[in-house]
């Protein structure tokens, strides 16, 4: 059993910067392999991005791909999301979920039925 708490959402102007953390407790942070995903108003929860249990394999989706970094600090059990760049269409909840399986390609780490954690989310609204 882990628990997930994302923290670091917020309201910013298109173009900056942000940094989601998600801290994990229970279960040992490293034996999960982690993501982040998002949520926006009348949409499908989506992808945002992947990482191996030691942080030596990333996954993006294409929508963030050369904004966003995702990585880990197996030490803190926490995972981040920078966020850079940001544009109107990045506003949404974001969560970051935990998984057990071993996920070898972005179809995997894409697939949120897949992961057995959720947090609770944080809100990042980008004004234009």
């Known amino acids: 059993q882990v628990q997930l708490v994302e923290s670091g959402g917020g309201l910013v102007q298109a173009g900056v910067s942000l940094r989601l953390s998600c801290a ?12 982040w995903f998002r ?8 992808f945002v991005a992947g990482i191996n ?3 030596s394999r990333t996954y993006y989706a294409d929508s963030v791909k050369g904004r966003f970094t995702i990585s880990r600090d197996n030490a803190k059990n926490t995972v981040y999301l920078q966020m850079n ?11 970051c979920a935990a998984a057990q399986l071993y996920c070898l390609d972005y ?9 057995d954690y959720w947090g609770q ?3 990042v609204t980008v004004s234009s």
């Open 24 to 35: 994990a407790s229970g279960r040992t942070h490293s034996t999960y392999i982690m993501g």
């Open 39 to 46: 949520q926006a108003p009348g949409k499908e929860r989506e």
């Open 53 to 55: 249990r030691s942080g």
């Open 85 to 95: 760049s940001l544009k109107p269409e990045d506003t949404a909840v974001y969560y």
């Open 107 to 115: 179809g995997c780490y894409a697939s949120d039925n897949l992961y």
């Open 121 to 123: 989310g944080t809100q």
